[in-house]
């Protein structure tokens, strides 16, 4: 179970015991606020980076490097092969991606699953991906578990074939076509084919998008299976990454224990993939279910290892990648001409885009947006980058490394970056040399760059909105064509070979009669926490944490979406929105240069019940980034024609959400089980009605943030290497003078009647869309202050897991969806279940009445079973550690202790209560709250494909629409 489910559920009869009493802070006299200090120098925070590793080679080419992290007992494992979808030959578009699916079908030696295993043993993290250069596969487990997951790994390796059948490649053929379908549901669904199909000639390695087209998915056999498995599977094309809790002596013993005896494969030939240029320009138009026109730029330009790549990374960055950038500053906060504009480097091993688009402001016309957006890219060709731009730019690409050590694994921890250095540039230290290259690159080698790469003919791509003249069914091949002339590039950082010392193979194939036994299992030991006030009213918690120079501070405020005035709606998002443009000292540019001269980053958010300022600071700047979090959140200018700027915005944002079909689904759903009048019967976005928005004033946004932002309202939590003298200290130079307001704080009316349960269907209709969103619910008589534990774990056996009853019969055995979820929506106060599954259009009527089906048989004959049991509360207890082995998962774990009212020790105190668990009781829990009845099923589909099958299920259906455009 992920994260956010995990650290919802409640302990009430636990919450009776007393909390360590917090300590009083006099304010006394407010001291002046300091002088502000410069930042650290630049050289100073990439020192700071460093993933110190080991590295060896078994005899079959097998790479593995090590990295020891004594700070959870955890290890992250990363398996990276280098065959991605540029080596798919024409005809077998996508499938690289669609091998990677079945390597989680089972191996001979471990067959059913892969997630079976790996939920026993705990293991948090997992998944796999595949794109243009490489797949990968990772998970990160208990230290105990490292022999289990080496074990998969290596039988998956070695010993697929004989576990893989038509049956399974069947199934997995129908899972990726409606993960296609889904991403081509998505507004602008169709602009990667665009981008891809007009840079890259036919045939190009990067011409045809991972995903690949219907018909080569559908042409997918076993013998293709067997080519790609033994052509491109081999360890001599693997990087193996062991991460955390291990060091090389026993990375060496165990690898080639499980790995040592497995045969090499043959060489991957290198494919060639020279970055082309456009013969002429090229403009096309295409239309989409879209809020506002958008206008793309793009270039095809060299890959990561190119002298170029850093300059031309710079180069988005200063245009359209800080808050300060020129786009920013020019089209959206200056000229307001659009309501957003971005200019990101897409970059690949051996290719990749430069991307630059912008979204039309509503009452502008078209031409003037495209004519500044033009001028900006003139600009930064003629003129190139300050030398400011450029370190400001480096200081926030240097500060997402430093707060990305802090994660094992993933997408993006150590262990990633770690293998794709090794795999891209045969150097586990390419960050470090990248990031060396960013903070030493000049003004002329950006302008330069940008004059060899961005003056060519540009692909000049605009979406309106509209109905699509095309879906995606047919698009993603391979095509063929003749190929225009193309320029090789030049590499920087000339490739080594660089392999470690070797290991001798095995003497013999290690036991794979069963799965190995689990090692000992260390608790988890939950940061203590640790308590102040300060006499306006404000609390402050910390849980103090070494590792990462890195803090994260949040500011909670007992509002969020519910403290929305039922008027209003959207009142609480348009304050969020105007607190970034600026305080009384600083308008919107300069607030976000000071930021990033930091490497700080401030947002503001809300959920149902809290509103929330976070601060993730660099812990050497972290004075000044404190001061600049208490002049966002204290001191908002509210400036009147900022106001209008981020109300178009909103506005935008709006009508966005009106063409989005999970957004859609939800702000239909809510207000239908919980009732309008309800302080969670509203969108979880918050954004509220174009007709409210257009209302508001700035008045309206001061007297919402005086009335509910109020320093006796407010929690501070902070989680990182600092003391509470420390944080006490700052928060009394940051608050302490913030007056506690003598009025009563305001309160949130929860004592609203619940409609009454009328299970039926709502349908929205979205022509042409190929997938159905299917959203159901209903309200539970649970909060989410009660003990949600057992009934928790029941939904995980329902629909709450990847193994689950729901997804399983959806997903993996009818072949209907991507992935089909249950969950508990548990905010402070009423909970309520709902069920999430995206289908084909022609399965919509299917899917609900097999979705109804397999909750009737949970709910009666067919409740829980032992299996069930054990493999659930095995991977919950087993995977705390691993939940909370960052700093983003303390601060997690410390707001819910703090704002549901546990006790310090409620994670720690969680395996007992998993343990005691018994099936009765989990059959027990679902089936007084009856989940599967009085529920509201949404539908958001093409009405003419999906209503026939609708009126078969016996429900009564009605229909609703979504908001009106916003001018």
Do not use: C
């Amino acid at each position: 179970m992920r994260l956010n489910t995990r650290l919802l559920i409640a302990a009430s009869a636990l919450s009776i015991m007393a909390a360590p009493a917090a300590t009083a802070l006099a304010n006394q006299a407010v001291p002046a606020a300091p002088a502000q200090a410069e930042p650290a120098p630049l050289e100073d925070l990439i020192a700071g980076v460093d993933i110190p590793y080991q590295m060896f080679t078994l005899e079959n080419g097998l790479t593995v490097l090590v990295h020891e992290d004594r700070k959870t007992p955890v290890v992250a494992v990363s398996v990276w092969y280098g065959v991605g979808s540029k080596h798919e030959p024409r005809g077998k578009t996508g499938f690289a991606h669609l091998f990677e699916h079945l390597m989680f079908n089972g191996s001979e030696n471990a067959p059913g699953d892969f997630f079976e295993p790996l939920q026993q043993v705990g293991a948090t993290d997992f998944n796999g991906t595949t794109w243009f250069d490489r797949t990968n596969y990772f998970q990160t487990v208990p230290t105990g578990a490292l022999d289990t997951a080496l074990f998969l790994e290596s039988d998956r390796m070695g010993h697929l074939l004989g576990a893989v059948t038509q049956e399974n490649l069947d199934n997995q053929i129908g899972v990726v076509q409606n993960e296609k379908r889904q991403g081509d549901n998505q507004p602008f669904g169709m602009v990667e084919y665009e981008q891809l199909e007009t840079l890259y000639p036919s045939g190009h390695p990067y011409h045809h998008s991972t995903i690949g087209s219907m018909d080569d998915l559908s042409g997918a056999t076993l013998d293709d299976v067997k080519s790609w498995f033994t052509g491109h599977y081999g360890p001599n094309n693997a990087v193996l990454v062991l991460a955390g809790d291990i060091d090389v002596e026993t990375a060496k013993q165990k690898v080639n224990r499980w790995f040592g005896s497995i045969p090499a494969g043959p060489e991957i030939e290198p494919v060639e993939a020279p970055v082309p240029t456009l013969d002429e320009p090229v403009s096309k138009v295409i239309y989409d279910q879209v809020s506002t026109p958008r206008v793309y730029r793009l270039w095809a330009i060299p890959g990561l290892n190119d002298q170029d790549a850093v300059p031309l990374e710079m180069a988005a960055r200063v245009l359209g990648g800080l808050a300060s950038s020129r786009l920013d500053n020019q089209l959206v906060r200056g000229k307001q001409l659009a309501v957003s504009a971005v200019a990101q480097a897409s970059t690949f091993a051996q290719a990749g885009q430069f991307e630059v688009y912008a979204d039309l402001k509503p009452g502008v016309e078209l031409a003037d947006l495209e004519a500044a957006l033009d001028a900006e890219l003139a600009d930064l060709i003629a003129n190139g980058p300050t030398e400011d731009e450029l370190q400001r730019a480096a200081t926030q690409y240097a500060a997402a490394e430093i707060r990305g050590l802090d994660n094992l694994g993933g997408f993006d921890g150590k262990a990633p970056t770690l293998a794709q250095g090794l795999l891209y540039a045969d150097d586990p230290e390419f960050y470090k040399k990248r990031l060396a290259r960013i903070a030493s690159v000049t003004p002329e080698e950006v302008q330069n760059a940008a004059i060899r790469w961005l003056d060519r003919p540009v692909f000049r791509l605009t979406v309106m909105p509209g109905k699509r003249q095309e879906g995606g069914e047919n698009r993603g091949g391979y095509v063929t064509g003749k190929a225009p002339p193309m320029r090789t590039p030049e590499y920087f950082w000339q490739p080594g070979s660089m392999t470690g010392p070797v290991v001798a193979a095995p003497k013999a194939e290690p036991d794979r009669s069963s799965l190995p036994a689990m090692g000992d299992l260390q608790p988890l030991e939950f940061p203590d926490i640790q308590r102040a006030v300060l006499n306006n009213g404000m609390e402050i918690y910390l849980a103090q944490r070494e590792g990462v120079p890195m803090i994260t501070a949040q500011i909670s405020f007992d509002a969020g979406h519910a403290a929305d005035p039922k008027d209003a709606l959207g009142t609480q998002s348009l304050m969020l929105e105007a607190m970034d443009a600026g305080t009384t000292t600083l308008d919107a540019t300069e607030l976000a240069i000071a930021q990033e001269r930091l490497g700080a980053s401030i947002s503001g958010s809300a959920n149902r019940d809290n509103t929330v300022f976070t601060l993730s600071a660099l812990e050497p700047n972290l004075a000044q980034s404190f001061a600049l979090l208490a002049d966002y959140v204290r001191n908002p200018a509210f400036d009147t024609s900022e106001l209008e700027r981020v109300r178009s915005q909103q506005l935008n944002r709006i009508n966005a959400e009106n063409t989005q079909p999970l957004a859609v689904a939800q702000k239909v759903l809510m207000p239908a089980i919980y009732g309008p009048a309800h302080p969670y019967g509203v969108p979880p976005s918050g954004l509220g009605e174009a007709s409210v928005v257009t209302e508001l004033t700035a008045q309206d946004l001061r007297e919402f943030h005086s009335t509910w932002l109020r320093p006796d309202q407010a929690r501070l939590y902070v989680v990182g290497d600092v003391t509470m003298e420390q944080v006490t200290s700052l928060a009394r130079q940051a608050f302490g003078n913030w007056t506690r307001p003598s009025a009563p704080a305001p309160e949130k009316n929860f004592d609203v009647a619940l409609p009454a349960p009328q299970p039926r269907v709502i349908l929205v209709d979205r022509p042409a869309s190929p997938q159905s969103m299917i959203f159901a619910g209903k309200v539970i008589d649970k909060k989410g202050t009660d003990d949600l534990v057992a009934l928790d774990a029941a939904n995980s056996v329902l629909g709450g897991s990847f193994l689950s009853r729901l997804n399983s019969d959806l997903r993996e055995t009818k072949g209907w969806s991507y992935g089909v979820r249950s969950m508990l929506v548990s905010p402070e106060e009423q909970v309520a279940f709902a069920v999430y599954a995206p289908v084909q259009a022609d399965r919509t009527g299917d899917s609900i009445a097999a979705l109804r089906e397999q909750m009737d048989g949970f709910l009666t004959a067919s409740g829980v079973s032992e299996d069930e049991l054990v493999r659930t509360v095995n991977g919950e207890v087993r995977g705390l550690p691993g939940t909370f082995e960052t700093s983003g998962g303390v601060l997690a774990g410390l707001v819910n202790i703090v704002e549901l009212d546990r006790p310090d020790n409620y994670y720690e105190m969680l395996p007992a209560k998993y343990e005691a668990l018994t099936p009765a009781m989990l059959d027990q829990v679902a089936r007084e709250q009856n989940l599967d009845d009085g529920l509201v099923w949404v539908v958001v589909g093409d009405a003419a494909t999906v209503r026939p099958q609708l009126d078969q299920l016996g429900l009564t259906v009605e229909t609703a629409t979504v908001g009106e455009a916003a001018e």
